[in-house]
């Protein structure tokens, strides 16, 4: 069965710094992409970084230059390591592969709040 575990959440404050990660069991994750998404409240899940298997990667403007994604392909886990942590990131925190066509069910994700 095929499972997306994501852990290290929490509140911090604005400024702060969080690491999450995704630990992936099955077929999700060998030779995939994957990303890192996120859900704020009221909104819809959008994307936040993605990294190619030989670990290319790309981010949404808003977390460039504060966001970090790797991957440790022998513990088939996805980090995500997060700096100058804002308001606005708050959300729940979700991994799965990139392409849409590969995605597994969505794992319980990891709540991210930031505030003073």
């Known amino acids: 069965q095929v499972q997306l575990v994501e852990s290290g959440g929490g509140l911090v404050q604005p400024g702060g710094s969080l690491r999450l990660s995704c630990a992936a069991s099955?077929?999700?994750?060998?030779?995939?992409?994957m990303a890192w998404y996120r859900q704020a409240p009221g909104k819809q899940r959008e994307l936040v970084a993605f990294?190619?298997?030989?670990?290319?990667?790309n981010y949404m403007g808003s977390v460039k230059g504060r966001f970090t994604i790797s991957r440790d392909n022998a513990k088939n886990t996805v980090y995500l390591q997060m700096n100058n942590l804002k308001p606005e990131d708050t959300a729940v925190y979700y991994c799965?592969?990139?392409?849409?066509?590969?995605?597994?069910?969505w794992g319980q994700g990891t709540q991210v709040t930031v505030s003073s």
């Open positions: 799965n592969a990139f392409a849409v066509i590969q995605r597994a069910s």
């Open positions: 099955g077929s999700i994750f060998s030779g995939k992409s």
């Open positions: 990294i190619t298997s030989d670990g290319g990667t």
